[in-house]
């Protein structure tokens, strides 16, 4: 069983920063995942990395201010996101799975969520 714990979320007005840490336990994956999901809407692909490669994806809509990292010896994945925009307010969520995929039911294992909210 893998249990994923996320932290780091809160309140940021628009142009700030925020550092979301996912720790993770139990025999995860290959890779890791954030998602977001924003009131309304469906849950959506932030960025994934692979545990062993360091390879990373990123969303379109993140490119360049988000980047993930992982710590292996630690097994946190942690999201750092810069030059925040009201329209990054959301839940975040890590997840875990075989590979780095974009669609949800890739992944296996999720975390309870954390929220983000940027203020305009």
């Known amino acids: 069983q893998v249990q994923l714990v996320e932290s780091g979320g809160g309140l940021v007005q628009t142009g700030g920063s925020l550092r979301l840490s996912c720790a993770a336990s139990g025999r995860t994956r290959d890779a890791m995942g954030w998602f977001r999901q924003a009131p309304g809407k469906e849950r959506e692909f932030v960025a994934g990395?692979?545990?062993?490669?360091?390879?990373?994806l990123y969303a379109d809509s993140v490119r360049g201010r988000f980047t993930i990292s992982r710590d292996n010896g630690k097994s946190t994945v942690d999201l750092q996101m810069n030059s925040l925009k009201p329209e990054d307010t959301a839940v975040y969520y890590c997840?875990?799975?075989?590979?780095?995929?974009?669609?949800?039911?890739?992944?296996?294992?999720w975390g309870q969520g954390t929220q983000v909210t940027v203020s305009s």
């Open positions: 990395i692979r545990w062993t490669s360091g390879i990373s």
């Open positions: 997840a875990s799975g075989r590979g780095i995929f974009v669609k949800e039911r890739e992944y296996d294992y």
